[in-house]
């Protein structure tokens, strides 16, 4: 692979972070992920009965933060040149480390920690992912995130 995208992109690789916008998380928005996940559980969508929790809020699903993660990547990391199509591959660990808030504001941090060539045209790219909660020394999530692009 030796187009000049690639070429950049391999420059990455070294200790480039790229930081997204912060993202609100409502009650709003997660009553809306509730809905269409079917979990109702109380601590997300029932602020009274939450108020008697360790939080003092509702909190955000865990997996709602997670589903932001492609929001927060588009957000920060620039367009590659020639990229045709990316796909999610999964992730290699994923671990939900602190509670969102309903009031909190969330972002993205992304690191490129690996590049693999699959053929000429497609490469699988690996981050290490970073969910930071503003005013929280803690981060919301930690990942390593796969994905592949085909040029």
């Given at each position: 692979?030796?187009t000049?995208?690639?070429?950049?992109?391999?420059?990455?690789?070294?200790?480039?972070?790229?930081?997204?916008?912060?993202?609100?998380?409502?009650?709003?928005?997660?009553?809306?992920?509730?809905?269409?996940?079917?979990?109702n559980?109380?601590?997300?969508?029932?602020?009274?009965?939450?108020?008697?929790?360790?939080?003092?809020?509702?909190?955000?699903?865990?997996?709602?933060?997670?589903?932001?993660?492609?929001?927060?990547?588009?957000?920060?990391?620039?367009?590659?040149?020639?990229?045709?199509?990316?796909?999610?591959?999964?992730?290699?660990?994923?671990?939900?480390?602190?509670?969102?808030?309903?009031?909190?504001?969330?972002?993205?941090?992304?690191?490129?920690?690996?590049?693999?060539?699959?053929?000429?045209?497609?490469?699988?790219?690996?981050?290490?992912?970073?969910?930071?909660?503003?005013?929280?020394?803690?981060?919301?999530?930690?990942?390593?995130?796969?994905?592949?692009?085909?040029f």
């Open positions: 692979m030796t000049p995208s690639i070429t950049k992109l391999l420059t990455w690789k070294k200790n480039k972070e790229w930081t997204s916008k912060w993202f609100q998380v409502n009650q709003e928005l997660i009553n809306s992920f509730a809905k269409v996940t079917h979990d559980q109380y601590i997300h969508i029932d602020p009274n009965k939450a108020k008697d929790t360790e939080y003092g809020t509702t909190i955000a699903h865990g997996f709602l933060t997670m589903s932001l993660l492609s929001a927060m990547y588009y957000d920060a990391i620039p367009q590659i040149e020639g990229l045709k199509m990316g796909i999610n591959i999964g992730f290699d660990r994923l671990r939900f480390l602190a509670p969102v808030k309903s009031t909190d504001k969330i972002r993205g941090v992304f690191k490129l920690s690996k590049i693999t060539e699959k053929s000429p045209d497609v490469i699988k790219l690996t981050w290490s992912t970073k969910v930071e909660i503003e005013g929280n020394a803690k981060p919301a999530l930690l990942a390593i995130w796969i994905e592949r692009q085909y």
